[in-house]
């Protein structure tokens, strides 16, 4: 009898923690996100009346929310500021949607966000000031929106940041200094933009840089000589801007670059060991690819 108390009391307590649900608090989140984005039209929609671990595109560890892939999912309308209530959330991949409005300064409010992906919406408005606060954020994608404003000073915080696409979106202003603080950064695109000024010379501490794209905006002066220290660097588009010199770039030793365009002429300095005859022009196509 004593066995069979025990073998009823496990199954009980398996039973309870196949029924766990995610707090009141999260599946509310999520519910904002489904009706600010007209969920009745997604492609793949929720079903409400399942458990939250059932819901298209949302993962479940340990009855918390920590991924919302809803890729290509034909979500329209604004993000609500709850998705701030998903504290445990690391991976926000709404790309290649019809996302409108202004993004939230709540979204900042993430703590273990790693992975944001907003490519391809109609997101407009500025970046929130206090996107600095997105501490763990390794990438942070962006590009063909209409995202205005100037890129905050505060994006300089987020250390662990490994990419960063801005492109194809109305941004104006300079390159804050503080992006040179982002020590860990493998691909900066922020092609396409209405910046301008000089381009800082701090941005010459992303030893790690492989891909660097900057073409098709009003950046002027000269090209920094720190730029020689990207020693990592395979992919540089620095052309259609309206800089005054690119004699710095002869500070380009023994590269092989797969990708390097600028509007200046070859033949007008010395490059040293730069080699062009394997190098190709880029295509500044933006695509994505869903997992």
Same mark, same amino acid.
């Given at each position: 009898?004593k066995?069979l108390?025990?073998?009823?009391f496990?199954?009980?307590?398996?039973?309870?923690?196949?029924?766990?649900?995610?707090?009141k608090?999260?599946?509310?989140?999520?519910?904002?996100?489904?009706?600010?984005? =007209?969920?009745?039209?997604?492609?793949?929609k929720?079903n409400?009346?399942?458990?939250?671990?059932?819901?298209?595109?949302?993962?479940?560890? $340990? $009855?918390?929310?920590?991924?919302?892939?809803?890729?290509?999912?034909?979500?329209?309308g604004?993000?609500?500021?709850?998705?701030?209530?998903?504290?445990?959330?690391?991976?926000?991949?709404?790309?290649? =949607?019809?996302?409108?409005?202004?993004?939230?300064e709540?979204?900042?409010?993430?703590?273990?966000l790693?992975?944001?992906?907003?490519?391809?919406?109609?997101i407009?408005?500025?970046?929130?000031?206090?996107?600095?606060?997105?501490? =763990? &954020?390794?990438?942070?994608?962006?590009f063909?929106?209409?995202?205005?404003?100037?890129? #905050?000073?505060?994006?300089?915080?987020?250390? +662990?940041?490994k990419?960063?696409?801005?492109?194809?979106?109305?941004?104006?202003?300079?390159?804050?200094?503080?992006?040179?603080?982002?020590?860990?950064?493998?691909?900066?695109?922020?092609?396409?933009?209405? &910046?301008?000024?000089?381009i800082?010379?701090?941005?010459?501490?992303?030893? +790690?840089?492989?891909?660097?794209?900057?073409?098709?905006?009003?950046?002027?002066g000269?090209? #920094?000589?720190?730029?020689?220290? &990207?020693?990592s660097?395979?992919?540089?588009?620095?052309?259609? =801007? +309206?800089? $005054?010199?690119?004699?710095?770039?002869?500070?380009?030793?023994?590269?092989?670059?797969?990708?390097?365009?600028?509007?200046? $002429?070859?033949?007008?300095?010395?490059?040293?060991? &730069?080699?062009?005859?394997?190098?190709?022009?880029?295509d500044?196509?933006?695509?994505?690819?869903?997992?």
């Open positions: 009898m066995k108390y025990t073998l009823l496990v199954a009980l307590l398996t039973s309870s923690f196949a029924m766990a649900e995610v707090s608090k999260e599946k509310k989140a999520l519910l904002s996100l489904y009706t600010s984005t =007209n969920g009745a039209h997604w492609i793949k929720w409400l009346n399942q458990p939250v671990s059932e819901w298209y595109g949302v993962k479940v560890e $340990d $009855d918390k929310v920590v991924e919302i892939n809803l890729f290509r999912n034909n979500l329209m604004p993000l609500p500021a709850d998705l701030s209530k998903l504290e445990h959330l690391k991976v926000l991949n709404l790309a290649f =949607n019809s996302i409108t409005g202004q993004l939230p709540e979204i900042a409010y993430l703590p273990n790693k992975v944001l992906k907003l490519e391809m919406n109609r407009k408005g500025g970046l929130p000031s206090n996107i600095g606060s997105l501490a =763990n &954020l390794e990438e942070l994608t962006a063909n929106n209409f995202i205005s404003g100037s890129i #905050p000073e505060s994006i300089g915080e987020i250390k +662990k940041l990419v960063l696409n801005l492109s194809s979106n109305a941004l104006k202003g300079t390159i804050p200094e503080s992006l040179g603080e982002l020590t860990e950064l493998e691909t900066l695109g922020l092609f396409e933009n209405a &910046l301008e000024g000089a800082p010379g701090e941005m010459g501490n992303l030893r +790690k840089l492989k891909e660097l794209v900057l073409a098709n905006n009003s950046f002027k000269e090209i #920094p000589k720190e730029f020689g220290q &990207l020693a660097l395979e992919v540089f588009q620095i052309q259609n =801007n +309206k800089f $005054d010199s690119f004699k710095n770039l002869e500070m380009f030793e023994n590269r092989e670059f797969l990708v390097f365009d600028f509007d200046g $002429d070859k033949r007008d300095f010395e490059y040293k060991d &730069l080699k062009f005859s394997k190098t190709r022009m880029a500044t196509k933006f695509e994505d690819i869903e997992e």
